[in-house]
């Protein structure tokens, strides 16, 4: 485990670390040796807190509650600093994601040029809201920002592969393709 800080952070107390350590994913040994190994290589480092977090979120898949106040106990800083960080940038997560993530740009041109109309066509087909992951994790639905390619709107980005001038009859093709991945040999 990482050494605790010298000074208590922030009204965080001893039996706020204990219950915070029986949380998940912070009771798991292993989410909690990478977050650990994390702090320990990027802690006090200028600017490190961008890299501890974007390193949790790549190894652990999410910034949890609980995980925000074991990094801001750990590095000393007020838990609303570090929940500021991940509630202010939308590539951070809060909740696991499926292993597919479709986003829906919101961006003006986009949102102009139909991406309400293509939320609900998924809406309807995976009977999710955006911010959700599907019953079996394959898939979590979100609205984003404007991702820069308003010339082909509207834009949809799944995992990192960009599909442009969408309508809504692209969209069950579209989730048919993600769910062949896991199509395969049936045992």
Same mark, same amino acid.
Request: net charge negative.
């Given at each position: 485990? #990482?050494?605790?800080?010298?000074? &208590?952070? +922030?009204?965080?107390?001893?039996?706020?670390?204990?219950?915070? =350590? *029986? /949380?998940?994913?912070?009771?798991?040994?292993?989410?909690?040796? #990478?977050?650990?190994?994390?702090? &320990?290589? +990027?802690?006090?480092?200028?600017?490190?807190?961008?890299?501890? =977090? *974007? /390193?949790?979120?790549?190894?652990?898949?999410?910034?949890?509650?609980?995980?925000?106040?074991?990094?801001?106990?750990?590095?000393?800083?007020?838990?609303?600093?570090?929940?500021?960080?991940?509630?202010?940038?939308?590539?951070?997560?809060?909740?696991?994601?499926?292993?597919?993530?479709?986003?829906?740009?919101?961006?003006?041109?986009?949102?102009?040029?139909?991406?309400?109309?293509?939320?609900?066509?998924?809406?309807?087909?995976?009977?999710?809201?955006?911010?959700?992951?599907?019953?079996?994790?394959?898939?979590?639905?979100?609205?984003?920002?404007?991702?820069?390619?308003?010339?082909?709107?509207?834009?949809?980005?799944?995992?990192?592969?960009?599909?442009?001038?969408?309508?809504?009859?692209?969209?069950?093709?579209?989730?048919?393709?993600?769910?062949?991945?896991?199509?395969?040999?049936?045992?």
């Amino acid at each position: 485990m #990482v050494d605790k800080p010298s000074k &208590q952070a +922030y009204g965080l107390s001893a039996p706020s670390m204990h219950s915070l =350590l *029986n /949380e998940f994913p912070l009771n798991q040994a292993e989410s909690r040796e #990478v977050i650990d190994k994390i702090l &320990q290589s +990027y802690k006090d480092m200028p600017g490190g807190l961008m890299v501890i =977090l *974007n /390193e949790i979120q790549s190894q652990i898949g999410y910034i949890s509650q609980p995980i925000q106040e074991y990094v801001a106990l750990v590095l000393n800083e007020p838990v609303s600093t570090i929940t500021g960080v991940v509630s202010f940038y939308s590539f951070f997560t809060t909740k696991p994601r499926g292993d597919h993530t479709i986003k829906f740009c919101m961006g003006t041109a986009c949102y102009v040029g139909g991406t309400p109309q293509l939320l609900q066509k998924a809406h309807q087909l995976l009977e999710i809201e955006p911010g959700e992951t599907s019953p079996d994790n394959r898939i979590t639905l979100e609205v984003c920002r404007c991702v820069g390619s308003c010339s082909q709107a509207p834009v949809v980005v799944v995992d990192e592969q960009l599909y442009g001038r969408l309508r809504p009859s692209k969209i069950p093709p579209l989730i048919r393709s993600i769910m062949k991945t896991y199509e395969g040999p049936q045992e």
